[in-house]
């Protein structure tokens, strides 16, 4: 059962599309609000008492773990590349919660539609206070409540949530093969380099991704030509070996006056500007940049035409980065710092606080609040609510939003932008994933988690994310296997990819400057061959599964509290998840162990392979555990994972891309 609170005139996101006819909708009535307290004044707050155990859920791309309680966030798409506990936020803004309570038995969910920041404390500040705030006082509030008739409750709950906010993008087949990327790769050279060393050792592949050096001085839309002398003919070289080339797109435009693009924007008044009526500018990768204005629809629609001519080459894969924005400095940030940091260094008499001072300015000239109230977009009147600037006029039909408003719209709608052309425009399916996203972007396109690192917290923190993600929509996704920051080890990437031959996204990404860490870089490579041979041979269970989760708005990754909601134990497992409705995972995320504890909810047969000769990654080995807790073996180059008594799932032979694959060729575990 699903029912609306609408207070004051909110910003609408589009992230809910399929809204019921008949669903009960109260405006401005927060005593109609049947949990917890609303106190709606000059800002937005919610607040619940919880019981001592119960369980909060949700929240999609965040730290912290599957109960999310016992944690503050705030929802405010951020850029930032070093993943720790006790940050607030990452790239994307995913406002949806479900409550869950064995003492009373109660459950519900709440979806916070606002675009602006939120700050969800899950009873951080105190024991076992639930508390949501929002600056403006303007909002759309979904409850959600089981159906009666559902045991499942909290799936009862997601999926009701998952039907309003419109079926999740499914990416092409090829991009659930194994992918290769790094910060660095940029030239034909780079990319035949890592074909032939994976093809060598026998290992699949689809994808290659081509970061910011391939274009000509990380300008959107153009190639580096001394890096490809024939791009299109480079593309389609590489298409005939079964691989796809995915090229990055940034959000900011080079400011400059020779370009089209540029030109074009301005022209057009496509690019945001401040409230002087200048074009915002602020330094990204090519330096002094402008931003698309993705929320006037015109924009969208010229820049998702741009990038065609790479889809005339060959390209039907993209990734969209740097759209929370990411902004390194600003025109404005600079001046004001610069002059901050000469008055810190003409000081005579320096101190330690003063010379700390400095870094700080240096680094507060990063994504600053300062730089996301300077600049304004252009909305559709009809959906910007209270949130339109007083006096600012209507043109064109759209009016004016201060940027920091609703920031977390600008990464959806950069790849909404994208997506939206070519459905109208190509035949192929694209690829497609973004950095930055909200809830309704899951309609357009699938997301990576951004820049964790090489630390074996990690894989715990992907974990924790996949099924989180799943409740907001997002299904194709994945993390940077092997770890974007810091130096990654063998151990640690075969145990990366041990999780990651289950995520829809299987992409090995990392940054420039790390220790290389493409599979064959290290010693005994036929264990990472087994290992990803494996994935090709689950491909029959895991894509048809991905499809079916898309089609129903299921969620494919799932803790096991969702599927066993009577059990004792079940809410405290945070380090295993069933995939779909017949396996379940439990992967090993510390160095030096030979196995780990596993709790089984009911009887399942273990199946553990890996490592054999050629393409052929060995026979699994069976054996039946019954429900309760295990210690079990996993040698580095094995998977194991667990399939419910009286269960089957069909795999198939492998093969060295998935265009070779056999889908039809069903064998039986
Ligand atoms: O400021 O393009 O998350 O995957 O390799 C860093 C370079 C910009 C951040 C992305 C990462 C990518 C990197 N980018």
Redesign the pocket.
């Known amino acids: 059962m699903i029912s609306k609170f609408v207070f004051g005139e909110p910003f609408c996101t589009e992230s809910v599309v399929c809204f019921p006819e008949a669903a009960a909708v109260y405006k401005n009535l927060p005593e109609k609000f049947p949990y917890g307290s609303i106190m709606v004044s000059k800002d937005f707050k919610f607040e619940y008492q919880l019981k001592t155990n119960d369980r909060i859920y949700g929240l999609g791309e965040t730290l912290g773990g599957i109960n999310k309680r016992g944690k503050i966030y705030e929802s405010w798409c951020s850029?930032d590349?070093v993943h720790t506990e006790e940050k607030k936020s990452l790239y994307g803004a995913h406002n949806f919660i479900v409550i869950h309570s064995d003492e009373d038995k109660k459950t519900f969910g709440l979806y916070f539609d606002y675009p602006g920041k939120l700050i969800i404390d899950a009873a951080y500040t105190k024991n076992d206070l639930l508390s949501v705030c929002a600056d403006e006082p303007h909002i759309d509030l979904y409850l959600i409540e089981p159906e009666k008739e559902n045991e499942r409750k909290i799936l009862s709950v997601v999926e009701q949530f998952r039907a309003i906010i419109g079926k999740s993008y499914v990416p092409p087949l090829w991009a659930f093969g194994f992918m290769q990327?790094r910060?660095g790769y940029g030239s034909e050279d780079d990319l035949l380099r890592v074909y032939e060393n994976y093809n060598k050792l026998g290992i699949p592949l689809d994808a290659i991704f081509l970061?910011?050096d391939y274009m000509d001085e990380f300008r959107d839309f153009s190639i580096n030509g001394k890096n490809f002398k024939d791009f299109r003919k480079a593309i389609n070289d590489f298409r005939k070996k079964n691989i796809h080339i995915v090229p990055?797109i940034?959000a900011g435009i080079k400011a400059e006056t020779e370009s089209e693009i540029d030109k074009e924007g301005i022209k057009n008044d496509f690019f945001c500007k401040k409230a002087d009526g200048k074009f915002f500018a602020a330094g990204v990768?090519p330096g002094l940049s402008h931003f698309a204005d993705f929320l006037n629809p015109a924009a969208r629609e010229w820049f998702g035409s741009k990038y065609m001519p790479l889809i005339n080459d060959g390209i039907d894969g993209f990734?969209n980065?740097?759209n929370e924005p990411?902004l390194f400095y600003s025109e404005d940030g600079i001046k004001s710092g610069y002059k901050k940091i000469k008055e810190l260094i003409d000081n005579e008499n320096p101190n330690v606080f003063s010379t700390w001072e400095v870094k700080d300015v240096v680094l507060g000239l990063q994504n600053s609040m300062d730089d996301y109230r300077s600049f304004y977009h252009r909305v559709p009147e009809k959906l910007a609510g209270a949130l339109a600037e007083k006096d600012s006029g209507v043109k064109n039909g759209l009016v004016l939003v201060r940027h920091d408003k609703i920031h977390n719209m600008y990464g959806y709608n950069m790849t909404r932008a994208a997506s939206e052309y070519f459905e109208k425009h190509v035949k192929e399916k694209i690829l497609m994933i973004s950095?930055a996203s909200y809830i309704g972007m899951h309609r357009f396109s699938g997301i990576?988690t951004?820049?964790n690192s090489s630390w074996w917290s990690h894989i715990l923190l992907l974990l924790r994310q996949l099924p989180s993600l799943n409740m907001c929509g997002f299904l194709y996704i994945g993390c940077?296997l092997g770890g974007?920051g810091c130096n990654t080890s063998r151990d640690l990437l075969l145990r990366y990819l041990s999780i990651g031959i289950f995520t829809p996204l299987m992409r090995n990404?990392s940054?420039?400057g790390t220790r290389e860490q493409e599979c064959y870089q290290f010693e005994n490579p036929e264990d990472f061959r087994g290992i990803i041979c494996l994935r090709y041979r689950l491909l029959p269970y895991l894509h048809e599964l991905f499809e079916k989760c898309a089609e129903e708005g299921k969620m494919y990754f799932k803790p096991l509290s969702f599927d066993y909601p009577d059990d004792e134990i079940a809410p405290s497992i945070e380090d295993q998840l069933m995939i779909g409705d017949d396996i379940m995972i439990a992967p090993v995320y510390t160095q030096n162990v030979s196995g780990r504890t596993v709790y089984l909810p009911e009887d399942m047969t273990m199946i553990s392979c890996g490592l054999g000769s050629g393409l052929d990654c060995g026979e699994p080995e069976k054996q039946e555990l019954k429900k309760g807790v295990h210690f079990v073996d996993v040698p580095l180059n094995k998977i194991v994972f667990f399939i419910k008594k009286g269960h089957k799932i069909p795999v198939t032979e492998p093969a060295l891309s998935t265009a070779e694959l056999d889908f039809s060729k069903k064998i039986w575990w």
Do not use: E, K, T, V
């Open positions: 850029d590349p990327s910060w970061d910011i990055i940034d990768w990734w980065d740097m990411a950095r990576w951004g820049d940077d974007f990404h940054a420039l």
